[in-house]
């Protein structure tokens, strides 16, 4: 049976009982058990299962040609569910350029779980097999990568991997299913953030992991799912499966689009590099030849020194693109600065310094705020730092055009970005002269009325 009818028809089937051919929300939390204290149905609490959640188990499961599958609250919930099921004293191989927020897990926590991490341009033919140790028990690929789009060689690297007995897991979300089959090329499990491509519509968050076979590992984390909460909600399980639906249409169409505008961006005079492995001229371009049926939707480039600022049009010729975090629906976006200033540096570390997002809530254009690199120091935002900067903002008014708002706007057409003349938020008047209506316009005393 072809991917495209899979997508469509897996988990869905006509309910004996309605007719209806749309899979329902059990919206319940608990569930009834029989007198013998048995559950009637299988289920006894939304967190430990729910029939919503396992349909959308067995269509992801269906999809990536797994035994089973596990769904959670966000792609991150699902990936770290893995790591916390290792036991302590664990090495994990991480590529370099791997999500940032996993990097940020690996800092931050992993030394807390009694684990370590290696990080390593796993791209490069020979990287993994230096990073590997006795005590390696995962080995985590990310093909494409995210934001650099890096082309790991899935084949060859889960034969390095299970060498040493270690596990392969491999970051499928932008490819998903359609495009490419990580099992198939000997990968054991298969992270997914659903609220990416398989979501599709930018209004769900959760995450899956899809199991080669049953286990004992898959128990584990299972355990770490149930006892932890980290569960997917009846409605967003729904929402993906409603997804599923549209996931190969979407991502056959989107691939096309993404190779045509590669291809455009590269002969760009102010684009000095595209990312995409669909273009000839990609590292990783024979790799993803032969493990993917097309290229993906997601390309990222670099912008040539000297062209910064060109996107900033307002109006009818604004961008096409929104300012979001989500990928995988329908609405273009431009990366946050947090991931879109991630870069390799490799006189610097073993991986690229990622920006941590801010948590002050402050102004990124001024001295000393903004988001922290993964070293501690502050960075400044370098599309927001070239703004002027108003320094007594009236509240709400701060998100709005400059030329739009009333408080950097005098009577006599020139603008005062931080006070005029009678106060910092009215307009330019001339305080001597109180306004008076046309005399036109004045309304006459009432006539009164003669006594009777």
Not at 28 to 33: A, E, I, L, Q, V
Request: hydrophobic share 35%.
């Amino acid at each position: 049976m072809r991917i495209e009818t899979v997508a469509v028809h897996a988990a869905f089937s006509v309910d004996p009982s309605t007719g209806a051919v749309a899979p329902p929300i059990h919206l319940s939390t608990t569930f009834g058990r029989d007198e013998a204290g048995v559950p009637i149905a299988g289920h006894t609490y939304v967190r430990e299962s729910n029939p919503t959640q396992d349909l959308l188990e067995e269509a992801l499961s269906r999809l990536e040609g797994g035994e089973a599958a596990l769904a959670f609250g966000s792609g991150m919930a699902a990936g770290l569910a893995v790591a916390q099921a290792l036991p302590p004293g664990s090495h994990v191989v991480l590529p370099e350029d791997v999500y940032y927020a996993y990097r940020v897990a690996a800092r931050d926590f992993f030394p807390a779980w009694g684990l370590t991490a290696t990080f390593a341009p796993l791209d490069q033919p020979g990287a993994l097999a230096g990073a590997l140790r006795p005590e390696t028990r995962l080995v985590w690929l990310e093909s494409p990568s995210n934001p650099l789009l890096r082309i790991t060689d899935l084949a060859s690297s889960a034969a390095i991997a299970k060498r040493i007995g270690a596990l392969v897991l491999v970051d499928n979300t932008f490819a998903t299913p359609i495009l490419q089959r990580p099992l198939d090329l000997g990968a054991d499990i298969v992270l997914h953030a659903t609220t990416k491509g398989m979501g599709g519509h930018s209004d769900v968050q959760g995450g899956a992991l899809v199991f080669s076979r049953k286990g004992e590992f898959l128990e584990k984390v299972r355990h770490v799912r149930t006892i932890l909460g980290a569960v997917s909600s009846p409605f967003n399980s729904w929402l993906v499966l409603r997804g599923l639906r549209t996931l190969a249409v979407r991502a056959r169409f989107q691939s096309e689009s993404a190779l045509a505008v590669a291809t455009a961006l590269s002969t760009f005079p102010a684009v000095s590099r595209v990312n995409y492995p669909g273009l000839a001229g990609h590292p990783g371009h024979e790799a993803a030849g032969r493990q993917m049926t097309a290229f993906g939707s997601m390309i990222s480039f670099h912008v040539a020194a000297g062209a910064r600022g060109r996107d900033r049009s307002r109006g009818p010729n604004a961008p096409l693109h929104a300012r979001d975090v989500a990928r995988g629906g329908g609405e273009p976006h431009r990366a946050p600065g947090n991931e879109r200033r991630g870069r390799v540096d490799r006189t610097g570390g073993p991986g690229p310094a990622f920006d941590r997002p801010g948590a002050s809530g402050r102004s990124p254009g001024r001295s000393g705020t903004g988001p922290r690199n993964l070293n501690g120091t502050f960075t400044t935002d370098p599309v927001s730092s070239s703004e002027p900067l108003d320094r007594n903002p009236r509240p709400g008014a701060t998100d709005r055009p400059q030329a739009l708002r009333r408080d950097v706007v005098s009577s006599r057409g020139q603008g005062n970005p931080n006070r005029s003349e009678r106060g910092p938020w009215k307009r330019n008047r001339p305080a001597s002269r109180k306004w008076r209506p046309p005399r036109s316009s004045r309304r006459s005393p009432p006539a009164r009325c003669p006594r009777q």
